[in-house]
């Protein structure tokens, strides 16, 4: 009987054998560095370094005021401006960070859930700048809020509010980017928090469902929207476990889109990106990183993703050196292009252990939708805890195993070293935040300020109506209102999120 390159099943709805008839065999998948740190020049040099090496995506890492919409100069940022990623807090920052980079052909992924909105308006307003229309524009931002009360806790609005803004992006995004990914659904940082395979899978793919339900109650077209949908998985250690989850995943939530929305085949394609297990790396025996990223990229590969990031061998202790950076690339591309895995669609199928994995998680992780829709729905479930608790209580389980030493770490609870010698890191341009600081001065002085004022009160004001913000917020951007005060602007009318904690 002949090879076949293509699984039978591949291309099929639900999708189990992953959701394109060839896979990689027509089309690799997206390779993307995460990178990003100090200031906007200095992340502009790593990415056109990355895209000279041969990365066909790029990821953008922002710092955590970015994040939690704080510009460079607040006093809240002192110390944390450019260490975790990229500081931006104008449009004038995103035009230097894409300097000499063709949007119009380089998708980008960018990393950021509470100013998400503001992100991609700077985005926007930077390309249009250069006369790059916006329909011409390929990517993704996150704009995951549910994860961030889950897993991470960098929100800024209370639930409803946060619910409306990934709404808006949803909707902006059907009519003027529709080649964008609006929303990155992410079960990675749950992962990385310590939940199980299941639990990442049931608690993504339950999240997923309240999103569309936002938008479908907002008038929007499922097949339509649905269709632009992304996932965002942790690839772990468990090699053949990892495999399962990815195509349990796409099962599944197949499934419930034609369920419980009526969408048709295009719409019930679960399309992810991959990131490897920030968590697993270990700061002990830091070349050991380099063996775990490759055979999770392997399980990635397998399992069926369309966008990869491997970590690099150094991100337990610092942000990845150029060297690392690219060690972790090519691993990429040694599976790629030397591996031969990529003649096959689905090259498992058939494993009695993948398919028996397979079940297991698709009903274990079913059961935790079934539970989080008895509490009302993923809203409701995280207001009172539950995917919190269930997430700590199986951290806990698996430092328990490690200290034990049930479970082997390679380094840190067996074959350890006496002798050790610290591997070179990556160190931020300690000036970078008083460079940040200084330009931001410089905007404030030359731009016109009766401009921003009108356009922050305009942004509020549609706050405190139903209008979709993000038409008002690129007006915003194009005036060089900054993230810090438009983000102001909106904590103003939302309030800010204040987590319930009892003792």
Not at 124 to 137: N, T, V
Not at 333 to 345: D, N, P, R
């Amino acid at each position: 009987m002949p090879l076949r390159n293509s699984s039978p099943k591949a291309g099929i709805f639900p999708f189990t054998h992953g959701i394109y008839p060839e896979m990689y065999t027509k089309q690799l998948w997206t390779m993307r560095q995460y990178a990003g740190f100090g200031n906007a020049a200095a992340s502009n040099a790593r990415y056109r370094y990355l895209l000279a090496r041969g990365v066909t995506g790029l990821s953008v890492a922002v710092d955590l005021p970015t994040q939690l919409g704080l510009d460079a100069d607040d006093p809240r940022a002192a110390g944390e401006v450019g260490r975790t990623g990229v500081s931006i807090s104008s449009l004038a920052d995103m035009e230097q960070l894409f300097a000499d980079i063709p949007l119009n052909r380089v998708s980008t992924s960018i990393t950021i859930n509470a100013t998400a909105a503001v992100l991609l308006a700077c985005y926007i307003a930077a390309a249009q700048g250069r006369g790059i229309a916006a329909a011409q524009l390929a990517g993704t931002v996150q704009n995951d809020l549910f994860k961030e009360f889950i897993a991470r806790g960098n929100y800024i609005y209370p639930v409803e509010a946060s619910l409306r803004l990934t709404t808006d992006i949803i909707e902006y995004c059907s009519t003027t980017l529709p080649r964008w990914n609006p929303i990155s659904i992410s079960g990675y940082h749950m992962r990385e928090a310590g939940c199980t395979a299941a639990q990442e899978v049931g608690f993504t793919l339950a999240h997923g469902l309240a999103y569309v339900q936002a938008a479908v109650d907002r008038g929007l077209d499922v097949n339509a929207f649905g269709r632009r949908l992304s996932f965002f998985f942790n690839a772990h250690n468990d090699f053949f476990e990892e495999i399962a989850k990815f195509r349990a995943a796409r099962t599944l939530w197949a499934h419930l889109m034609r369920q419980r929305f009526r969408t048709d085949d295009v719409a019930c394609r679960l399309r992810f990106h991959t990131q490897t297990g920030g968590s697993t790396l270990t700061a002990q025996q830091v070349d050991n990183n380099i063996v775990r990223v490759a055979y999770q990229a392997m399980a990635a590969v397998l399992g069926g993703t369309q966008s990869l990031h491997t970590n690099s061998k150094d991100e337990a202790l610092a942000l990845p050196t150029e060297a690392a950076a690219q060690t972790a690339l090519r691993t990429q591309q040694v599976l790629a292009y030397e591996s031969g895995v990529t003649k096959y669609s689905d090259p498992l199928a058939g494993s009695h252990v993948v398919e028996a994995l397979t079940e297991r998680i698709l009903q274990e992780a079913s059961a935790y939708i079934e539970k989080i829709d008895q509490l009302g729905g993923a809203a409701h479930a995280l207001s009172a805890g539950y995917q919190q608790r269930e997430i700590q209580d199986a951290a806990y389980r698996d430092q328990q195993a490690i200290d034990r030493g049930t479970r082997t770490i390679v380094g840190v609870n067996a074959f350890t070293n006496d002798d050790v010698t610290p591997p070179e890191i990556h160190t931020v341009d300690p000036q970078s935040e008083s460079a940040q600081r200084a330009a931001l001065a410089v905007l404030r002085k030359t731009r016109r300020t009766s401009d921003v004022t009108t356009a922050l009160e305009r942004l509020a004001q549609a706050a405190h109506g139903t209008e979709n913000l993000l038409p008002h917020m690129v007006q915003a951007v194009h005036c060089y209102a900054t993230l810090g005060e438009i983000s102001t602007a909106l904590r103003q009318v939302f309030g800010e999120y204040r987590e319930q904690t009892s003792l």
